[in-house]
């Protein structure tokens, strides 16, 4: 046997030093190098070159490699994705009594139980090794976990890089070829077992260089590395020396060296901001040709969508690697939807699908009818829509995804299969359906089929697991829900673009570089607060017989110093660090960091960014983008033109013709002519989906206003409401209706409960109410329409009922005109042939209000929790004195209205106008406002 050699090198975590390791190694024939981290392997790959005959290969494949020549054959390695799935199948068998037992089912706990049974692998003990007390209760929970999990993944012929390590030790192994010589870089992972492995490997003749992380001086830093070292006890060498930034960060003594060409901080208003001055101070530093950036953002989920946008907007492209939730994807959607239409009976799950296009189908109201007629038969749906469809002319595409769909639809229901058999019938019921090709054809960049094809990994991945776990037939339904845990944790890749400014979120990922510009240094994301365990606290750590101390969240805190120290060691000529002041409506807290770095670094330049300062003046504005926008911020402001209409015949379109309006309609008039006019002139929107208005009418319908009793009220909504439902179910998926139904229930109870105490409180005889009405009916000559629910008279008083959405709940002066608007000019209209008038108002929102119009209203029954009263009457409060209030209040913006000029009158009414989108002078958003 071959006489190995184990060296450790204990280096400065810059990428050139480690460039010049894998260098050297790479000059010698054969070789392997790796990482315990496979983040920085797309580094090394950049170090390593092409013209070497040195393979680079993830740890696991490499242990693999090794397991075979020593055993003639290994198991495949097991995904993330399989042992989530072997840890899920587990916990689905947790006893009652185990401490996890209400969290068994969640998937934030099987991530937590997989990083749980990664550390204890790496250490090499089990969870059986305490047994007393709630810590012992818990860790025999998780071993009975990673008991069934050895298990699962044995059976489908999968294992794990550890578990593949300990198989090899103790065994004699001849080596020859690449095993021979070995270059492994350790970025802060603490791994024993691989320590021993690597040991093992060694005395079987392997060369083994161990490449750890080291300060440039004395901080006590990098534990992992420290730790690493004295277990291994092999010689150590420490090449490389450091700047003056390294020498000193997180030190106690002063040590000198050669400063950076560059270092800066910038404060910025948000993070968009901050992604685009990070984009043009790359530009500059990149103007010459002569340098290289790196971005370096580790929140991604903050900083990758508005560097993305910031690179579209300001036309700088940019390189990142990232990967968007399968979801995401309409393809991929649009597959869930179809099989979820295969399950169901209710052929109406056709026409979302149909309307994405997918199918190569247009969907038309004929094709809606089609579909409605056929659900509403009451049949067979699918039986009845292929006759409808058969009957229909040119619709022989139609006919024949029907046919199809029925097709696959009688297989999942007749047949039972395993995992394994489900996932083929997925993919060739896809792949040989007869809109396939043309849908992969026609995605963007190949996107669709990038998705589809993650997807089909990952259900594979998903499906040997769960065959190997229960191979027995199961059926389509729960085959469904599988589909559905995949597709909500799943997502798919996204290339990187050939060109543009490098873009990473891993500082493992930065490779050789002139310049990194890092975003983000905040308190709380760089560095991340200490979080311990939530299954295994630093205590229950503590109990396991663990030599190295197992990781705990004090260890995981501290290592936050490494990364930094690491991000300071990347670049070779300059660093700028940047962090957002406002997030959101949160203020933030720069990172510690940057007091470090002012401490140090004697050339350090620091700019601010207010939020005020979008972009930099014109005249220094490198990117053109940025000087269009810039010049036109600080232009002088042009006043919008006014809405000044020239010729009479297009006054005379514009112009209020006095036609009656609906009382709330004076609200807009009195507030702004623009816009009375426009919602009077432009089609009014359809609220599309807004079923809950129909309640609305069920109360009219039901006659409750006359209802002797609440049994005989309750009933006639009921009945009521079900011809509503027979008119919208067509319209509404069956997981819709059960919610509309118990909704319903419930407002109906409260109408009834308010109906009769207002009866008894405000002294109503129900004999005395006549359903329906409208307000002219009064008085024909009346300026006002409006339709009622009912009225009611009795000794000289006329009461007006009306149901709203939502009924006023009190009287103040910001609401009162708007009150008198509304409700007086009903008032007003309805006085005529009786001393008073009054209206009640039920709404949907658990109140029912009156109005009023009296001088007095001591003697009136107060308001209540669930009745309301308001008087809009003060003083003498007959209907002349209405009618004078109410032509103060709207008479200017009568004459506004008749006279065309549709001028706009900015003010609090903007925020809940419909049409704010066509007025230049809308509040908020007006042309003549400043933007801040």
Not at 340 to 357: A, H, I, M, Q, Y
Not at 675 to 685: D, I, M, V, Y
Request: net charge negative; aromatic share 8%; charged share 25%.
């Amino acid at each position: 046997m071959a006489k190995g050699k184990f060296e450790v090198v204990q280096t400065i975590p810059s990428p050139s030093i480690a460039a010049g390791l894998v260098e050297r190694f790479g000059r010698k024939s054969y070789g392997v190098v790796t990482s315990f981290s496979d983040s920085y392997l797309g580094a090394l790959r950049t170090y390593l070159g092409d013209s070497t005959l040195v393979d680079l290969k993830p740890f696991g494949e490499f242990v693999r490699q090794v397991h075979t020549q020593l055993h003639g054959s290994s198991p495949r390695l097991a995904s993330s994705r399989q042992v989530l799935t072997a840890i899920e199948l587990a916990c689905e068998s947790l006893p009652s009594l185990s401490p996890f037992s209400k969290v068994g089912d969640k998937a934030g706990f099987h991530e937590v139980v997989r990083d749980a049974l990664r550390q204890f692998q790496h250490w090499d003990i089990g969870f059986d090794s305490v047994s007393d007390g709630f810590t012992g209760a818990k860790a025999e929970a998780l071993h009975a976990i990673a008991t069934e999990v050895e298990r699962t993944l044995a059976e489908a012929s999968a294992s794990t890089a550890s578990a593949l390590m300990k198989a090899c030790l103790d065994e004699a192994l001849d080596l020859d070829g690449q095993e021979a010589r070995l270059l492994i870089f350790n970025r802060g992972e603490l791994h024993p077992l691989a320590l021993k492995w690597l040991t093992w490997l060694s005395s079987q003749g392997a060369e083994v260089q161990l490449v750890l992380d080291r300060h440039a001086t004395d901080a006590p830093i990098f534990r992992a590395s420290q730790v690493t070292a004295e277990f291994v006890n092999k010689p150590k060498t420490s090449p490389g020396q450091g700047n003056r930034l390294l020498n000193n960060l997180f030190t106690e003594f002063e040590t000198d060296g050669p400063n950076l060409e560059l270092v800066e901080i910038h404060t910025v208003g948000d993070p968009f901001a901050e992604a685009e001055w990070a984009l043009r101070r790359a530009v500059a530093l990149t103007g010459t040709g002569t340098g290289s950036v790196t971005i370096f953002a580790r929140d991604r989920d903050t900083y990758l969508p508005v560097l993305i946008a910031a690179s579209q907007r300001m036309r700088v492209p940019v390189r990142l690697t990232r990967r968007t939730p399968l979801l995401a994807n309409g393809f991929i959607k649009s597959l869930l939807a179809l099989f979820d239409l295969l399950e169901s009976n209710d052929v109406r799950k056709l026409t979302p699908l149909l309307k994405t296009g997918y199918l190569g189908l247009a969907h038309n109201s004929e094709t809606a009818n089609l579909i409605e007629q056929a659900h509403l038969r009451g049949g067979n749906e699918w039986d009845d829509l292929t006759e409808l469809v058969a009957e229909m002319e040119g619709a022989e595409l139609l006919a024949e995804t029907v046919a199809h769909l029925r097709s696959l639809r009688s297989t999942i229901a007749s047949e039972q299969r395993t995992a394994l058999d489900w996932h083929t019938f997925v993919r060739n019921s896809i792949e040989q359906a007869p809109w396939f090709q043309t849908v992969i054809q026609r995605s963007h960049d190949g996107r669709d089929q990038r998705a589809f094809t993650a997807l089909l990994a990952a259900l594979g991945q998903d499906a040997v697991v769960r065959h190997a776990n229960r191979p027995e037939p199961i059926a389509f339904a729960t085959w469904i829900k599988v589909l559905k845990q995949v597709l909500d944790s799943g997502d798919a890749s996204v290339p990187k673009p050939p060109d543009g400014i490098e873009v990473v979120t891993s500082v493992d990922e930065i490779g050789l570089t002139d310049y990194v510009i890092a975003l983000g240094l905040l308190e709380g994301a760089f560095p991340r607060r200490r979080s311990e365990n939530p299954i295994l606290s630093d205590d229950d750590l503590a109990a396991f017989p663990a030599n190295p101390p197992l990781t705990n969240s004090f260890d995981t805190a501290a290592a936050e110093r490494d990364h930094f120290y690491r991000l300071c060691a990347c670049p070779s000529k300059g660093l700028v660090l940047s962090y957002p002041q406002i997030d959101g409506d949160r203020d933030n807290i720069a990172a510690f960091y940057l007091g470090e770095i002012r401490k140090i670094c004697s050339n350090l330049q620091e700019f601010s960014h207010p939020r005020r300062s979008l972009l930099p003046p014109p005249s220094k504005c490198e990117l053109e983008p940025d000087r269009t926008l810039s010049t036109a911020l600080l232009s002088a402001p042009k006043s919008p033109p006014e809405n000044h209409i020239a010729t009479e015949p297009a006054k005379e379109v514009i112009r209020f013709d006095k036609s009656p309006i609906r009382p709330r309609e004076l609200r807009a008039m009195q507030k702004c002519a623009f816009q009375f006019l426009a919602q009077r002139k432009l089609p009014t929107p359809h609220e599309k989906g807004d079923y809950w208005r129909r309640l609305l009418y069920v109360p009219e319908m039901a006659q409750l206003l006359k209802a002797p009793d609440p049994e005989s009220a309750a009933t006639a909504l009921r009945a009521a409401y079900q011809g509503v439902l027979d008119e919208i179910r067509t319209k509404l998926p069956a997981w819709e209706l059960d919610p509309l139904e118990q909704g319903a229930e419930r407002v109906f109870s409260g109408l009834i409960e308010r109906e009769f105490m207002s009866r008894e409180q405000w002294h109503r005889d129900c004999l005395t109410t006549k359903i329906g009405g409208r307000l002219e009916d009064f008085n024909p000559a009346t300026a006002y329409k409006e339709r009622l629910a009912g009225v009611t008279e009795a000794n000289s008083r006329r009461t007006l009922h009306l149901y709203r959405l939502n009924a006023p709940q009190k009287l103040t002066t910001s609401n009162r005109e708007d009150l008198l608007l509304e409700f007086g000019s009903m008032i007003e209209s309805a006085w005529v042939g009786v001393h008073e008038v009054e209206i009640e108002i039920e709404s949907l929102g658990d109140r029912r209000t009156k109005i009023i119009y009296i001088p007095d209203d001591s003697a009136h029954p107060r308001s209540t929790d669930a009745l309301t009263v308001i008087n809009l009457g003060e003083g003498e409060a007959t209907r002349d004195d209405l009618r004078t209030t109410l032509k103060g209040l709207f008479l200017e913006g009568l004459r506004s209205a008749c006279s065309g000029k549709m001028l706009p009158t900015p003010g609090d009414h903007c925020a809940f106008c419909n049409v704010s989108d066509l007025c230049r002078r809308s509040q908020g958003a007006s042309e003549e406002e400043d933007m801040f």
